[in-house]
């Protein structure tokens, strides 16, 4: 107590509230400090992300077989005989033997043929739950395979790995994967889009008609341009030849010449799978060849392009046709109009027009017909005779022929 305070004004209530309010700050401003630090505890915690959703598996099917094709199951030892009941899943192996093919269906709509002497491996075919993302993964081991990717609305990807190449294609393409044995691989995208990186880490994007070759080594080649599709014409597709004696007749395959075409492969094959060709022509060249001894049946047929580098394009076709027996009393002769026969020095024009696929003639030596039915053309001529002789024979197997005077011009 001061020594200025007068003793009468002490009073000891007074001492007591004040002692009980310092204690009540303190303690109300520790409830606050404790109810901040609270606060920012649990505000600033974030909720754990929900666990993440798994692909499901999805699998495939075959969709034809064709000659002696076996599957070895994941986890098997043993090759069986792939049948159109089976569902392919993760790391199935499937062998087509040769002359062998197989066409399989991916749940995710992407389509795979197999040809001939081919080993093949899915080692995903997934989709997710939530997003429908498709992943579709396959591995072919030698071989080769052609592919079309499905026309996906909704996010996926492809990709076809060989031991030297991982390529991804992208949706609604089609394409071609060659493997031999040494690993060296070629790609071929006929329409679309791809990429493909090498196992030595090389990067090489794809556009239509556009192919890579990747040596053995893994090193990537320049990238290269593919002779565009011929358009098969005659005969046309889905159509009904009639001979009086198919094996005895002449049945002509004609197609439009491509610009960049070297040569071309022509195959005829009893079946759209072309697993066992009837003909394999390849490095021919000209843009019809003649079909003899053909039995009654139906055939299929297509065409590629091969250029000077030896890069095959996308097949033109297939088409199909089909030979019928007619009686002979039923078979016409075609029309025979020529309009031009004018010798020029040691030229020949001759020009005129008989039936579309008909096959003719001028003293034995070939005229093109085209797929009209017209022709004009300019061969040397040096016989020396004054007159020729025209012949056409229809596609029935009925013939008409003509001898004409030449007419000599300066």
């Known amino acids: 107590m001061s020594p200025k305070q007068n003793p009468s004004d002490w009073r000891p209530d ?241 197609w439009n010449s491509v610009p960049t075409a070297k040569t071309y492969r022509v195959v005829v094959d009893f079946s759209a799978s072309f697993a066992r060709p009837l003909y394999d022509r390849q490095g021919y060249q000209g843009t019809q060849m003649e079909l003899r001894g053909l039995e009654t049946g139906t055939y299929f047929w297509k065409v590629s392009a091969v250029d000077d580098s030896g890069d095959e394009g996308a097949f033109g076709g297939p088409y199909r046709f089909s030979l019928l027996r007619t009686p002979p009393s039923a078979a016409s002769p075609p029309p025979l109009q020529v309009e031009t026969l004018e010798l020029r020095g040691n030229i020949l024009h001759v020009r005129g027009r008989t039936a579309p696929g008909a096959t003719l003639t001028l003293d034995g030596v070939r005229i093109e017909v085209q797929p009209d039915g017209s022709f004009n053309e300019f061969v040397a001529f040096e016989s020396g005779s004054t007159t020729v002789l025209l012949r056409s024979a229809g596609t029935s197997g009925a013939a008409v022929q003509q001898r004409r005077p030449v007419v000599v011009t300066n």
């Open 14 to 254: 007074r001492i007591e509230w004040f002692t009980v309010s310092y204690r009540s700050v303190a303690l109300v401003g520790l409830v606050v400090v404790l109810a901040a630090l609270a606060w920012w505890f649990f505000a600033s915690e974030k909720p754990a992300p929900p666990a993440a959703m798994q692909a499901v598996e999805t699998g495939a099917r075959f969709a034809t077989i064709e000659g002696s094709v076996e599957v070895k199951k994941a986890g098997q030892l043993d090759w069986t005989t792939a049948t159109l009941a089976m569902v392919l899943r993760q790391n199935d192996l499937v062998r087509t033997r040769g002359g062998a093919t197989a066409e399989i269906h991916m749940a995710a709509g992407d389509v795979v043929n197999l040809r001939p002497d081919t080993l093949f491996t899915i080692v995903e075919s997934t989709q997710n739950p939530i997003s429908r993302q498709q992943r579709v993964a396959l591995s072919i081991q030698s071989g080769e395979a052609n592919f079309q990717t499905a026309a996906r609305s909704v996010p996926g990807e492809t990709t076809i790995s060989t031991p030297t190449v991982r390529t991804t294609a992208e949706r609604d393409t089609t394409g071609s994967i060659q493997v031999a044995e040494s690993g060296e691989t070629g790609v071929r995208i006929f329409s679309g889009a791809g990429r493909a990186e090498t196992r030595g880490g090389q990067r090489i994007n794809l556009a239509s008609n556009e192919a890579v070759r990747i040596e053995a080594d893994g090193t990537a080649g320049e990238k290269t341009s593919l002779p565009k599709i011929p358009v098969l014409t005659a005969p046309p597709n889905d159509t009904e030849v009639s001979y009086p004696d198919p094996t005895r007749a002449i049945t002509l395959l004609m």
